[in-house]
């Protein structure tokens, strides 16, 4: 499955941002998605992750409460709502496929490119 993210940019602290990932190629309701970020110096971190069917999610303790994953499988799309963001949520966002709902970066085999997501203090 190939996947393509969109919506990054650079906001300041408090903003809100809507991430976006379309996916194609596969049947994209077969897979789990989440999404990882990566900041300069630091290793890539799990950010969110939902099942193939919407019904359960996974939040890292650092964006509880302020993110929100969710899936259109009809049109192919995982999105990460991104609110009251701070400085350290700075990173490129990645998404990510995988056959089984996971936390852990090694169960996703397919990955798309990174979307920069900067927050001003």
């Known amino acids: 499955v190939q996947l393509q993210a969109s919506g990054g940019g650079l906001v300041q602290t408090g903003d809100s941002l809507r991430l976006s990932c379309a996916a194609s190629?596969?049947?994209?309701?077969?897979?789990?998605m989440g999404w990882f970020r990566q900041a300069p110096g630091k290793e890539r971190e799990f950010v969110a992750a939902?099942?193939?069917?919407?019904?359960?999610?996974l939040y890292a303790d650092s964006v509880k409460g302020r993110f929100t994953i969710s899936r259109d499988n009809a049109k192919n799309t995982v999105s990460l709502q991104m609110n009251s963001l701070k400085p350290e949520d700075t990173a490129a966002y990645y998404c990510?496929?995988?056959?089984?709902?996971?936390?852990?970066?090694?169960?996703?085999?397919?990955w798309g490119q990174g979307t920069q997501v900067t927050v001003s203090s």
């Open positions: 990510a496929a995988a056959n089984r709902y996971s936390a852990t970066d090694r169960e996703y085999a397919y």
């Open positions: 190629g596969r049947t994209f309701s077969n897979y789990a």
């Open positions: 939902i099942n193939w069917r919407g019904g359960s999610t």
